[in-house]
């Protein structure tokens, strides 16, 4: 089974960083796809980036290519998304998510999600 813990969020300024982590309290967390997806208020749910079981393929949206990093370290269960140089318009809900199978930028294709973490920057 997989359950998903995010890290707290926060408030940011405008060009500064932050790094969201989320756990599985799980025993086989290797062998999800994992991936970041974030809603901003009156928006759809949109796909920020994913990684793939190794951690070896991983993609990002337009939006944050460039600017964030996911990384995930599967003997701590745990990946990452490291955000730099944010803009008022990455203020989202921030969640992780995980799936068995192959990589998609689809969130209705991922059964596993964290609770999800505000992030907004704002100066």
């Known amino acids: 089974q997989v359950q998903l813990v995010e890290s707290e969020g926060g408030l940011v300024h405008p060009g500064g960083s932050l790094k969201l982590s989320c756990v599985d309290s799980?025993?086989?967390?290797?062998?999800?796809?994992t991936a970041w997806f974030r809603q901003a208020p009156g928006k759809e749910r949109e796909f920020v980036s994913l990684?793939?079981?190794?951690?070896?393929?991983?993609k990002y949206a337009d939006a944050v290519k460039g600017r964030f990093t996911v990384t995930r370290d599967n003997a701590k269960n745990t990946v990452y998304l490291q955000m730099n140089d944010l803009t008022p318009e990455d203020t989202a809900i921030y969640y992780c998510?995980?799936?068995?199978?192959?990589?998609?930028?689809?969130?209705?294709?991922?059964?596993?999600w964290g609770q999800g973490t505000q992030v907004t920057v704002s100066s």
């Open positions: 990684c793939s079981t190794s951690g070896v393929s991983i």
């Open positions: 799980g025993r086989t967390f290797s062998l999800y796809v």
């Open positions: 998510a995980a799936k068995a199978g192959a990589s998609t930028q689809d969130p209705r294709m991922y059964g596993y």
